[in-house]
């Protein structure tokens, strides 16, 4: 069973960026999508963007289409999520995911392993 290990979260200032990271580890790194969720305290945790397989397609949520960039090593089974211009709304507990045998997608469902998450805190 793959596991997942979030790094990266912490203090960070708007308008300034932040990169996290996810290790895999239990797996075949490259058979996996892999997806950044976040959760806001009190509300519902929220796509934020996937990557395929190879890492050759990705996807967005609106809200971040511009300032968030998902990347892969397939030999260093990591996943990043890079994030510039951070606004205090983004401030969540934000969570790495994996989904074998799908297609890129945003559906929280079709992901079936989850890592603990990292807090991410956004100050002025």
């Known amino acids: 069973q793959l596991q997942l290990v979030e790094s990266g979260g912490g203090l960070v200032q708007a308008g300034d960026s932040v990169r996290l990271s996810c290790v895999a580890s239990?797996?075949?790194?490259?058979?996996?999508?892999f997806g950044w969720f976040r959760q806001a305290p009190g509300k519902e945790r929220d796509f934020v963007a996937s990557?395929?397989?190879?890492?050759?397609?990705?996807m967005y949520a609106d809200s971040v289409k511009g300032r968030a960039t998902i990347t892969r090593n397939n030999a260093e089974n990591t996943v990043w999520l890079h994030m510039s211009r951070p606004k205090s709304e983004e401030t969540a507990v934000y969570y790495c995911?994996?989904?074998?045998?799908?297609?890129?997608?945003?559906?929280?469902?079709?992901?079936?392993?989850w890592g603990q998450g990292t807090q991410v805190t956004v100050f002025s």
């Open positions: 995911a994996a989904g074998q045998g799908v297609d890129l997608t945003q559906q929280q469902n079709r992901y079936a392993e």
């Open positions: 990557i395929s397989r190879q890492g050759g397609g990705t």
């Open positions: 239990g797996g075949t790194f490259n058979t996996y999508i």
